[in-house]
């Protein structure tokens, strides 16, 4: 297997280009973008969300899976350690802004780039396994004290080019080793959707004010009516289109326009945003499963 990300990139279809044109081809490969949905499917999908979601929490356990986010996330980790979440090798294709800069430049130029809810470091290692940038420093936080302590455990964690820590983001003032409008990149995966909807806004704006202008948020998560969506049993729904997982952690599904309404909002332009409606097949059992995704660049103005 290459050991670099541009020789997997070549190899690796970007995200919405492997159309499905005849349906007897489905199991030729374990995955289909941009995936049509029919009245019929789209039906069942709003029905199934309609029943899931039509008794909510109530407010004494709503307020306490709220209230222990982190502890829920701790204990998450505490099982699965570093074990869960694989290495993104889709992370460079994707978002090639995070890629390693040319040999050429990397001497003269300073990048910083943040995760927020960097978890045990599925983004921020290969980052800085694959980048030579001597200018380069990476920064990370997540509400798991755990998972930042996996994180720092990693041999390919480089404490002089990264720095990573405990913090709740959806506090009004981020308490960050770096100064606003500082940031190159703050990078977001399917993190925004374990935050109760209300906060969402303010976490944003934080965004904002910590990228410097010109700087760049990217951001990926999960789609309105996204196949976990609709697996969720009844009892399971904190508010609309917001739910907690077996586990104890919470999970929101996201419209396209409700991102572009937050992220306008905050001040941030829109570069690219894509709902993708997937088909990942398992073609030993001959299975289909629909998920839905967004991914999105947003940039503040200079």
Request: glycine share 4%; charged share 30%.
């Amino acid at each position: 297997m290459s050991d670099t990300p541009a020789a997997e990139n070549e190899k690796r279809p970007q995200f919405g280009t492997r159309l499905l044109t005849d349906s007897n081809d489905v199991f030729k490969h374990n995955a289909w973008d941009h995936v049509q949905w029919d009245e019929e499917q789209e039906l069942a999908a709003q029905t199934a969300v309609a029943k899931n979601s039509a008794t909510k929490m109530d407010e004494e356990d709503k307020n306490r899976f709220q209230a222990d986010a982190p502890k829920f996330w701790d204990s998450f980790y505490g099982i699965h350690d570093n074990r869960f979440f694989k290495d993104r090798h889709w992370l460079f294709t994707e978002f090639p802004e995070l890629a390693p800069l040319a040999k050429e430049s990397t001497e003269q130029q300073h990048r910083s780039i943040f995760e927020l809810g960097c978890g045990v470091g599925n983004t921020i290692l290969p980052l800085l396994q694959y980048s030579s940038e001597a200018q380069l420093k990476v920064f990370g936080c997540d509400f798991s004290a755990r998972a930042i302590e996996i994180l720092r455990s990693q041999p390919q964690f480089d404490e002089k080019r990264c720095e990573v820590f405990v913090m709740d983001a959806t506090l009004d003032q981020w308490q960050v080793p770096f100064e606003e409008n500082s940031q190159d990149i703050i990078v977001m995966i399917f993190v925004l959707s374990a935050i109760e909807p209300k906060k969402m806004q303010r976490v944003l704006d934080n965004c904002y004010r910590y990228l410097r202008p010109g700087g760049l948020l990217l951001f990926r998560d999960y789609g309105r009516y996204d196949l976990a969506q609709l697996r969720f049993k009844s009892g399971k729904c904190l508010e609309d289109n917001f739910y907690v997982r077996g586990d104890g952690t919470m999970v929101y599904f996201f419209t396209e326009e409700e991102l572009r309404t937050m992220m306008t909002q905050a001040g941030l332009k829109e570069e690219q945003l894509i709902v993708d409606r997937r088909l990942q097949v398992n073609r030993g059992r001959g299975l289909k499963m629909y998920r839905v995704w967004i991914q999105t660049k947003f940039r503040k103005p200079l």
